[in-house]
């Protein structure tokens, strides 16, 4: 059985720092692609981050620069380092691999 579950949210500041880890099990983490997404109040869900089972790593171009997404594959972990946090940050993240989802995690940037 799949699972994945998120955790690392929380309340930051403007400009902050935040890491957000996906603790995977149920299937071999080390040769799929994962990805992080995010959805924003009142807005669809939007594509953040994937790394691929080799390492090789993609971004949206409203994170580029200042999120970095990793794995563990020891481990079965996901992680996503977010910097330079803004306000329109603000959302649940949630992380994806194939068409299982986690439940996901708040992320808020607020002063």
């Known amino acids: 059985q799949v699972q994945l579950v998120e955790s690392g949210g929380g309340l930051v500041q403007p400009g902050g720092s935040l890491r957000l880890s996906c603790a995977a099990s149920?299937?071999?983490?080390?040769?799929?692609?994962m990805g992080w997404y995010r959805q924003a109040p009142g807005k669809q869900r939007e594509w953040v981050a994937t790394?691929?089972?080799?390492?090789?790593?993609n971004y949206a171009d409203s994170v580029k620069g200042r999120f970095t997404i990793s794995r563990d594959n020891a481990k079965k972990t996901l992680s996503l380092q977010m910097g330079s946090l803004k306000p329109e940050d603000t959302a649940v993240y949630s992380c994806?691999?194939?068409?299982?989802w986690g439940q996901g995690t708040q992320v808020t940037v607020s002063s």
């Open positions: 994806r691999y194939s068409t299982w």
């Open positions: 149920g299937f071999i983490f080390r040769l799929n692609t």
């Open positions: 790394i691929t089972s080799g390492g090789t790593t």
